[in-house]
């Protein structure tokens, strides 16, 4: 001991110096660092937690962005759609107007075709009820006259003639 001595250490206040560095470590051990690694810990897990729940978010948001994408792929082709639909009514509407036009044009010819022939069939019929007068008229003046047949030929143009230019002036 008396070694020890000669450096200048002094043995009981050695003792005394390691059985205080001792107890302040299991001291500083049980009140700080055993806390201090609790609250480590702790902040470990919280950043672990919300790396976790920010990786959750992003999923979400990436599910999220890919069903908008799906909704808005699935509103264009429905827009197409209808855009289609919409074309073929009014292609539709438009050839049964086109259909209901051309009825209408034949249905107007038709009825013209008969207005002209009820016209025709009138003007045949004057034209023969004229006629009958003419001829009446004609037979009731050769009836008169007695004249020869040339005279009578010439009575029958002559008012023929006349009845002709009544007719045109009319």
Same mark, same amino acid.
């Given at each position: 001991?008396?070694?020890i001595t000669q450096l200048g250490i002094n043995l009981p206040?050695? !003792?005394t110096q390691v059985i205080s560095f001792v107890i302040l470590l299991l001291v500083?051990?049980?009140l700080l660092y055993k806390p201090m690694l609790k609250i480590l810990d702790e902040r470990s897990e919280k950043v672990k937690s919300?790396?976790?729940?920010?990786?959750e978010a992003r999923k979400e948001a990436e599910t999220a962005r890919s069903e908008m994408q799906e909704e808005i792929k699935a509103a264009? !082709?429905?827009?197409n759609e209808t855009v289609l639909k919409a074309k073929n009514v009014a292609e539709k509407q438009g050839e049964e107007a086109l259909a209901k036009a051309k009825t209408q044009i034949e249905n107007e010819r038709v009825k013209a075709r008969e207005d002209i022939q009820q016209e025709r069939d009138a003007a045949i019929a004057d034209l023969k009820n004229h006629f009958s007068d003419l001829v009446l008229n004609a037979t009731e003046n050769l009836?008169?006259?007695?004249?020869?047949?040339q005279k009578d030929k010439k009575v029958i143009?002559?008012?023929l003639n006349e009845e002709?230019?009544?007719l045109n002036n009319n």
């Open positions: 001991m008396e070694g206040a050695l !003792i500083l051990t049980k919300s790396l976790e729940m920010a990786e264009k !082709i429905e827009g009836m008169r006259q007695n004249i020869d047949a143009d002559k008012i002709l230019s009544k």
